[in-house]
Structures are given as C-alpha cells and as structure tokens.
C-alpha cells in the first residue's frame, strides 16, 4: 500500500499504541493475587501467554516494517531546493533551530552595557558586545527565513511523495 511520509508516521504512531495496549494489558493479567480462601479460577483474569506473544511479534514485526520503509524513503528522497535528502534535513533543522537561538540573543544584547558592581568601587566596568549586533540581526532574520522555508518544504515532500509499504 502507498502512503505519504505523514501518513506512515501516523501508522507508526497507531502501531506502537497497539503495542503499547498489548504490553499494559499483559502486565495486568500475567500475574494476580488471590487471597488463600478464594477459588485461583474464579478470580483468574483471562491471560493466554501464547496468543499474547504472538500478536506482539506481529505489531512489533509490523513497526520495523514501517520504519525501514520510512528510513529508506528519507534516505533516498532529496528536498526540493536544498539538495539534501530528509534525513539530512532532520539533523539541519534542529542545527538551524539552535543557531537562531543564539542568534536571537546575540542580536538582542546592547553594544556596551554597564555592569553591576557588589562592592563599593570607584571604577565603573562596561561589558562591550564583541561583534556587530545588526549583522547578529540580520542574519537571525536570514536564518529565521531558511528555517521556515526548510521547513515548509520538508512538509509540503512528506504530503505529497508516497512510499510503498506492505505490511
């Protein structure tokens, strides 16, 4: 079957909620507790040890499926404009990301400010941005555009490419 990257990351969303409800559920009804005058079968929750593996092999057979098919698409599939492919993407953003942060507080610092002092002392101090804070602005503004544009591209191939999954 043909899904987009989203759509596949949804699957793989609901495949480890189905593997997760199979792993709370057989927690509560491996084991139980009884006391000494009740009949064991009468307050025995219904456990097959059997079936229980066997659905979680195929759920979790099912995820290593879809994630292989979700690796190999982003390692084979460039994003239009930037000549990476996803996977490469998915490690320029959050770099992207922190370069805008601290681009963000170098372009907000003021060019000379005075500092405090916890003593009583005659000299005044001054901390003096060692850099250019409007080239800092300018390219927190320019990084800023970037991110946004790698991002928008990224979401617009992830909804519209499709990759073949047989699950």
Same mark, same amino acid.
């Given at each position: 079957m043909k899904y987009t &990257?989203?759509?596949?990351?949804?699957?793989?969303? *609901?495949? /480890?909620?189905?593997?997760? /409800?199979?792993? @709370?559920a057989e927690s509560q009804a491996r084991t139980f507790v009884a006391a000494t005058t009740e009949e064991l079968d009468s307050v025995r929750p219904a456990y097959d040890y059997?079936?229980?593996?066997?659905?979680? #092999?195929?759920?979790e057979k099912k995820i290593r499926m879809v994630k292989h098919a979700i690796n190999v698409f982003n390692t084979t599939h460039k994003v239009?404009?930037?000549? +990476?492919?996803?996977?490469?993407?998915? $490690? @320029?953003?959050? *770099?992207?990301? *922190?370069?805008?942060?601290?681009?963000?507080? +170098?372009? &907000? $610092?003021?060019p000379k400010t005075r500092e405090r002092t916890l003593g009583q002392s005659a000299v005044i101090d001054y901390r @003096? !941005?060692? @850099?250019d804070v409007?080239?800092?602005? !300018?390219?927190?503004?320019?990084v800023s555009a970037l991110l946004a /544009?790698?991002?928008?591209?990224?979401?617009?191939?992830n909804n519209t490419?499709? +990759? #073949?999954i047989d699950l």
């Open positions: &990257s989203a759509e596949a990351a949804k699957l793989l969303r *609901q495949l /480890n909620e189905e593997r997760d /409800n199979l792993l @709370y059997a079936a229980v593996g066997e659905a979680l #092999e195929t759920v239009p404009g930037f000549d +990476m492919t996803i996977d490469e993407v998915l $490690v @320029y953003i959050p *770099q992207l990301t *922190q370069k805008k942060s601290k681009l963000s507080q +170098m372009a &907000s $610092v003021l @003096y !941005a060692n @850099y409007e080239q800092a602005a !300018a390219d927190l503004k320019a /544009n790698v991002q928008t591209a990224l979401d617009v191939l490419e499709t +990759m #073949e």
